[in-house]
């Protein structure tokens, strides 16, 4: 019981909060949307169902299907390495522990989609006028965030232990 309250692990409430929202939204879209299909919400913001095959901004997404298994060892690999990182993680190390718990909260709910469907389902859509970010999704959304946390880290100071 201590490795949770002492450690990273301590934040799983939030990734377990991340996941259900991903997973929740994913549905919701894959219930009232045909795929293509777009509803505006503000001028810059639109709910529009696209499908992402491959990673990131659709890398690899016309590979041919190998790219499905190959995000999915890499989704594996990549949460059950931060999980660990986690375990060991101190109290005070709170930035990288959130920062590790979305990047893992993202990956895994990105690996359900490409487990259940063959594709991440993405839905969330940002432009301006001519130009048009790649749409993303909640999962997406943690990884950012997790990586913008993890930057963050790395620039603060070493925690320094005064119980010593």
């Known amino acids: 019981m201590t490795l949770f ?43 529009t169902y696209a499908r992402n095959y491959g990673a990131a901004f659709s890398f690899l997404g016309d590979a041919g299907g190998w790219q499905r298994w190959l995000f999915t060892l890499i989704a594996v690999v990549v949460s059950v390495v931060l999980s660990v990182w986690l375990s060991r993680l101190q109290r005070a190390e709170w930035k990288l522990s959130l920062a590790l718990v979305l990047i893992v909260a993202g990956a895994i709910g990105n690996l359900i989609d490409r487990s259940l469907y063959g594709y991440v389902v993405d839905f969330l859509h940002v432009y301006y006028q001519e130009w048009h970010y790649p749409v993303f999704n909640i999962a997406d959304c943690a990884i950012t965030i997790g990586a913008a946390l993890l930057i963050w880290d790395s620039f603060s100071p070493d925690v320094v232990d005064k119980t010593k």
């Open 5 to 47: 309250k002492e450690s990273g692990w301590r934040f799983w409430w939030l990734a377990l909060l991340v996941l259900v929202v991903d997973q929740l939204t994913k549905i919701w879209v894959l219930q009232r949307f045909e795929l293509g299909e777009s509803i505006q919400l503000l001028p810059v913001f639109n709910f």
